[in-house]
């Protein structure tokens, strides 16, 4: 199975390269993001958590996170693998995620962080917001969500990199350029 973490801070590409990646190994996509906003539209309580605390900036509770994320494993037994988007945030749901997939005999295979600057981010981001109209992307909550990458999610890329499953990929350039840069990396696993 093959299991990839793709890694970077807000508008570094994860979701574009995402689908791409799942094209070509035919893995399924867990997005936190995707879930999140998912139980928001579908207003179940759950949803309605976590539209309180993505309001105020904050990251989900790793408890809510790591049982959707479990659920959502479970749901779909016949995965050749997971692209695991946004997930983990904390070092903690590093751990808890090794933990979930070791009890279905599986593990991370390796962690990509496409690596992007804050000037380039900005500037991604706000053409995003343009487009899609993501409420996540107004200029107060992205500078939260990026600090919050910055100062605290990025705290994680040693847990990986003791394992020895971290490698980082540029994230800037053309999209084709870098999916190119992240199948040579898949490849070689």
């Known amino acids: 199975m093959l299991n990839?973490?793709?890694?970077?801070?807000?508008g570094a590409g994860k979701g574009t390269q995402s689908a791409?990646?799942?094209?070509?190994?035919?893995?399924?996509?867990?997005?936190?993001?995707?879930?999140?906003?998912?139980?928001?539209?579908?207003q179940t309580e759950l949803g309605q958590q976590v539209s309180q605390i993505i309001a105020d900036g904050k990251l989900v509770?790793?408890?809510?996170?790591?049982?959707?994320l479990e659920e959502e494993i479970k749901n779909n037994p016949q995965a050749k693998g997971f692209i695991f988007d946004g997930f983990p945030?904390?070092?903690?749901?590093?751990?808890?995620?090794?933990?979930?997939?070791?009890?279905?005999?599986?593990?991370?295979?390796?962690?990509?962080?496409?690596?992007?600057?804050e000037a380039e981010l900005t500037q991604r981001i706000a053409k995003r917001q343009e487009i899609s109209g993501?409420?996540?992307?107004?200029?107060?909550?992205?500078?939260?969500?990026?600090?919050?990458?910055?100062?605290k999610t990025i705290k994680v890329l040693p847990f990986y990199e003791k394992q020895g499953k971290l490698t980082k990929v540029s994230g800037v350039g053309s999209i084709d350029g870098i999916f190119n840069e992240l199948t040579q990396v898949i490849d070689n696993y």
Not at 61 to 68: C, E, L, Q
Not at 89 to 107: C, H, N, Y
Not at 134 to 151: H, P, Q, V
């Open 134 to 151: 993501r409420a996540d992307d107004a200029a107060d909550k992205l500078t939260k969500r990026i600090e919050e990458y910055f100062n």
């Open 4 to 10: 990839l973490v793709l890694f970077g801070p807000p």
């Open 20 to 42: 791409k990646l799942l094209e070509k190994y035919g893995l399924h996509h867990i997005s936190t993001g995707d879930m999140f906003r998912g139980h928001i539209k579908q």
């Open 89 to 117: 945030r904390t070092v903690a749901q590093a751990e808890a995620l090794d933990d979930s997939l070791k009890s279905i005999g599986s593990e991370i295979t390796g962690v990509i962080a496409l690596d992007v600057d």
């Open 61 to 68: 509770p790793d408890s809510i996170t790591i049982a959707m």
